[in-house]
């Protein structure tokens, strides 16, 4: 149970087992009734209840305060040398935050002590306050009762080990900004100073808690270190909207500082931390990751922080690859291995074969993408590279393992990729690293789709989902799980939870600025509406695909035989709509010939997947598009021509022969010898 203010979104709110309250505002009869319980059954003068009701609204908080106020200022003239000042000539304070204030100022000398708790923040320690305070123990041991005595605040312990909160964060902001500025500076600067003398352990593990201080003393230069090292720790937490918030609070006061290489330092390494944030929340193609680390590839440079490198590297690559101008990437690949090759950094020069992996597998370079991967396979040591998941949310050997399986698909070899690809979601687990795990049984279930195994896929995204939920990472639980869910159900046949599915995860993953993968996704989705019945609107996401496929410098390659070969089965589904009698009656009617025709159009689509999927050595593409192209040879007549060229690559295949994609090309090439 969960209580909010309206403006609040919920990322679950969405979610079938949840159920949202829209609580009213209190009526009068309820405010009456606390307004009772607080006066001890005490009746209030009509006018001065009807005042206590109007000013409130219903809205409790106000409720408590305001008769709380106005008892305690009937207390007051009751004791002083006015008895015969009514109720109703008492001045109700108008707001909620004047009647904190009215509160506030009767506590007196503990005024001063709760202005200092709450320079200290909602919640503070009486062993800090104490520190803080050059107020007596005994005098500070009744301020504190005092406060506490009145319901403006609540302990937990007993001195010296009580801890104190405020009732309300608006009881604390009305104790705080009833300071004069300069007491203010004063005040954060004394605690700051204590807690860097006194409270070692604190400073080490809630950093920005000193930075907080330091930051409302007015020395920037002090604190943002600790909002950078509040944001590094957070970062190692996962806890990512945490980090982003340190990080940016130690950006906005480097604004502050006149221009120096220490200053210029400290930019590049908040940069570098906040694109490794930023890639984690909300993907690799948020714009928040170019922006945070395009600037810092300069100062990098520039102050010849060859170490910082890296992560700036691997940010500016990932964020081209993924708004899918693959071939672009390749740019920022040769760029990191040169400077890997040239400076002997070996964590730069495994990373910078682990982005070659990727760039060339999409590419559809499937031999040197293998190539490349095989090379951080070499290189990768288990101790020495584990850190390297820390700074860019993936491990070299994880990733390549995705690759690796996937290409291997291709090439050929289905056994193998899943050898491959059970070796990767291992070492994952045994890495630890939640984000790449997530990633590893979303993207790494790619081959298990393409084995046509759905029960695998679904098992593996489902677990990502929950994976993603526990860590608060709605890229994997929100984004790629829901992908590979939509795909698991469109395997499955589920059509109608399956469409709806793929193409609104389809929709979230492009409005984060991801392009990669689109093509094929896409497809797959496309062949969902064929197969329910809509080959219209799958022609026409085929058509989107190809169309990304071939604009320059993007060229997406690794799955174009697939989607010709998509292509070309539905023109075959809209043939077979066109025949009977809609076609027959367009033939006696119109004696001049259909254009285009389906069936050639759907050859000339299988031919040219052949054409591709050769050229990229990609068995596999060339099985399935040679299957598609021997069975319309087959309805055309041309049984020895379509039992020819599926029997070739058929009987290239040296395992496998239990998948369905071999099984369907060994049903078929029977049907062929027996007609």
Same mark, same amino acid.
């Given at each position: 149970v969960l209580t909010h203010r309206p403006e609040f979104q919920s990322r679950w709110s969405r979610h079938g087992h949840t159920t949202a309250l829209n609580l009213a505002k209190l009526t009068r009869a309820q405010s009456s009734a606390i307004v009772s319980k607080l006066a001890g059954g005490k009746?209030?003068?009509?006018?001065?209840?009807?005042?206590?009701?109007?000013?409130?609204?219903?809205?409790?908080?106000?409720?408590?305060?305001?008769?709380?106020?106005?008892?305690?200022?009937?207390?007051?003239?009751?004791?002083?040398?006015?008895?015969?000042?009514?109720?109703?000539?008492?001045?109700?304070?108008?707001?909620?935050?004047?009647?904190l204030m009215a509160r506030l100022d009767r506590l007196g000398a503990a005024k001063e002590i709760a202005q200092m708790g709450a320079a200290i923040g909602r919640e503070f320690s009486y062993e800090l306050l104490a520190a803080v305070t050059p107020t007596p123990k005994p005098d500070l041991d009744r301020a504190l009762e005092q406060l506490t005595d009145s319901g403006l605040a609540f302990r937990r312990?007993?001195?010296?080990?009580?801890?104190?909160?405020?009732?309300?964060?608006?009881?604390?902001?009305?104790?705080?900004?009833?300071?004069?500025?300069?007491?203010?500076?004063e005040l954060h600067a004394t605690i700051a100073r204590i807690l860097t003398a006194d409270f070692s352990q604190t400073t080490a593990t809630e950093p920005e808690l000193l930075a907080h201080h330091l930051t409302a003393a007015g020395q920037a230069a002090a604190a943002i270190p600790f909002w950078q090292r509040a944001g590094e720790l957070a970062l190692t937490r996962l806890a990512l909207k945490e980090a982003i918030v340190h990080l940016n609070q130690g950006?906005?006061?480097?604004?502050?500082?006149?221009?120096?290489?220490?200053?210029?330092?400290?930019?590049?390494?908040?940069? $570098?931390? @906040?694109?490794? /944030?930023?890639?984690?929340? +909300?993907?690799? &193609?948020?714009?928040?990751?170019? $922006?945070? @680390?395009?600037? /810092?590839?300069?100062?990098? +440079?520039?102050? &010849?922080?060859?170490e910082a490198l890296l992560p700036i590297y691997y940010g500016l690559w990932v964020s081209v690859l993924v708004q899918g101008r693959i071939v672009e990437s390749l740019n920022w690949v040769n760029d990191m291995l040169a400077t890997a090759e040239a400076s002997g950094d070996s964590d730069l020069l495994i990373v910078a074969h682990w982005v070659a992996c990727t760039t060339h597998f999409h590419r559809g370079d499937l031999t040197q993408s293998c190539a490349h991967g095989d090379r951080v396979l070499a290189l990768y040591d288990e101790e020495q590279h584990r850190h390297l998941a820390d700074i860019m949310n993936a491990d070299p050997k994880t990733t390549v393992g995705i690759f690796i399986s996937s290409g291997t698909w291709m090439l050929g070899y289905p056994d193998r990729a899943v050898q491959v690809s059970e070796a990767s979601v291992a070492h994952a687990r045994w890495r630890g690293h939640?984000?790449?795990?997530?990633?590893?049984?979303?993207?790494?279930?790619?081959?298990?789709?393409?084995?046509?195994?759905?029960?695998q896929m679904l098992a593996r995204g489902e677990e990502a989902e929950r994976l993603g939920r526990a860590h608060s990472l709605p890229f994997i639980s929100e984004g790629l799980a829901q992908i590979y869910k939509g795909l698991a159900w469109l395997r499955a046949g589920r059509l109608a939870e399956g469409i709806p599915q793929l193409r609104g995860a389809l929709e979230t993953f492009n409005a984060h600025g991801n392009e990669i993968v689109m093509p094929y996704w896409r497809a797959v989705l496309a062949e969902g509406l064929a197969l329910s019945g809509d080959s219209a609107g799958g022609l026409r996401l085929i058509e989107d695909s190809l169309t990304q496929i071939a604009r320059p410098g993007w060229e997406e390659r690794s799955h174009l035989a697939e989607v010709l070969r998509l292509k070309g089965w539905m023109l075959m589904q809209e043939s077979q709509k066109s025949n009977g009698k809609s076609q027959k009656s367009k033939i006696e009617t119109d004696p001049r010939p259909l254009t285009p025709d389906p069936q050639a159009e759907a050859e000339a689509c299988f031919l040219k997947a052949i054409e591709v999927a050769q050229e990229q050595h990609a068995k596999s593409w060339e099985l399935r598009a040679s299957t598609s192209l021997a069975r319309l040879w087959q309805q055309q007549g041309k049984r020895a021509d379509a039992h020819k060229l599926l029997s070739e690559v058929y009987h290239w295949f040296t395992e496998g022969f239990d998948t369905k994609d071999l099984q369907e090309a060994q049903t078929l090439l029977e049907e062929l010898r027996q007609q």
């Open positions: 009746a209030l003068p009509a006018e001065l209840l009807g005042q206590i009701l109007a000013k409130t609204d219903g809205v409790p908080l106000f409720v408590e305060e305001l008769t709380k106020t106005v008892l305690e200022s009937v207390e007051s003239r009751e004791s002083k040398e006015s008895p015969h000042r009514t109720p109703l000539q008492l001045a109700i304070p108008a707001t909620l935050q004047d009647a312990g007993v001195p010296p080990e009580a801890t104190y909160t405020f009732k309300h964060a608006l009881v604390q902001d009305a104790a705080y900004d009833s300071l004069l500025k300069s007491r203010r500076h950006m906005a006061l480097l604004g502050t500082l006149p221009p120096s290489p220490e200053r210029d330092g400290t930019e590049l390494d908040l940069r $570098t931390r @906040l694109g490794t /944030a930023w890639m984690a929340l +909300k993907g690799w &193609g948020a714009p928040e990751v170019w $922006t945070s @680390l395009h600037p /810092a590839l300069g100062l990098a +440079k520039s102050l &010849g922080r060859r939640p984000f790449d795990l997530g990633f590893a049984l979303t993207a790494g279930t790619m081959f298990w789709d393409f084995r046509c195994e759905h029960e």
